[in-house]
């Protein structure tokens, strides 16, 4: 099974701050039909996950522009710039590429 | 509105069975392909199974943990998905939920336990 290594598994920040979340694939998830499945995730406190980001950089239908995706292969990163309250939460990333799907542990963004 | 609302869950106990429907509304279910995702208490979240549409002929998957316990079934003249979940133990214990990836439902509790 695809391991989604995500780190840190905390973030702390101020608003205004820009933070990079990083999830490392132990195998390419690049599709064989040249999509590669790497979603992000945005879980806030008693709610269920939310889709930010899918196919690595495509930003979800109403989602802030201060979310965005990069990546290719292996190595993938979440950047959020200029953390506003309303981002706090775990955020995780995911594959669709290989069954069985598989999601990184997660990492807390806390207010500083 | 998209709505996914699952139903179904509850206690149970070791080795029992429980079957969860997650009935949707607000977009085109016949084209989704349908997943379960579970979260333990831990936080830990966990892609369970999935159902393509008919168009890719309601092909299944499942994580191993599950292969030969659960079910994923769907019916589109009513919009919805179901997991049919067999000889439950212990760390089945989690909150349930279904969804398409973009839409999620708000998930159900499901506690296995003696």
């Known amino acids: 099974d695809v391991v989604l290594t995500q780190t840190p598994p905390t973030l702390s920040a101020t608003i205004g701050q820009s933070v990079s979340i990083s999830c490392r694939s132990s195998q390419s998830l690049l599709h064989s039909n040249g999509n590669t499945y790497l979603n992000w995730l945005l879980q806030r406190p008693g709610q269920p996950p939310q889709l930010l980001i899918y196919?690595?950089?495509r930003l979800e239908s109403g989602v802030p522009n201060r979310f965005s995706g990069s990546g290719s292969g292996t190595d993938f990163t979440l950047k959020i710039s200029g953390v506003e309250a309303e981002d706090l939460g775990v955020y995780y990333c995911v594959q669709s590429t290989h069954a069985p799907y598989t999601f990184g542990a997660g990492t807390k963004l806390e207010l500083k | 509105e998209v709505q996914l609302v699952e139903t179904g869950g509850g206690l149970v106990q070791p080795g029992k069975s429980l079957k969860l429907t997650c009935a949707t509304s607000g977009f085109t279910f016949s084209t989704a392909w349908m997943h379960w995702v579970r979260q333990s208490p831990d936080k830990r979240l966990e892609w369970i199974a999935r159902?393509?549409?008919?168009?890719?002929?309601?092909?299944?998957d499942y994580v191993e943990s599950v292969k030969g316990r659960f079910t994923i079934s769907r019916d589109d003249s009513k919009s919805s998905v179901y997991l049919q979940m067999n000889s439950l133990k212990e760390e089945d214990t989690a909150t349930y939920y279904c969804t398409t990836w973009t839409r999620w439902g708000q998930g159900v509790m499901v506690t296995v336990s003696s």
């Open positions: 196919l690595v950089s």
């Open positions: 159902i393509k549409d008919k168009s890719n002929n309601y092909a299944t």
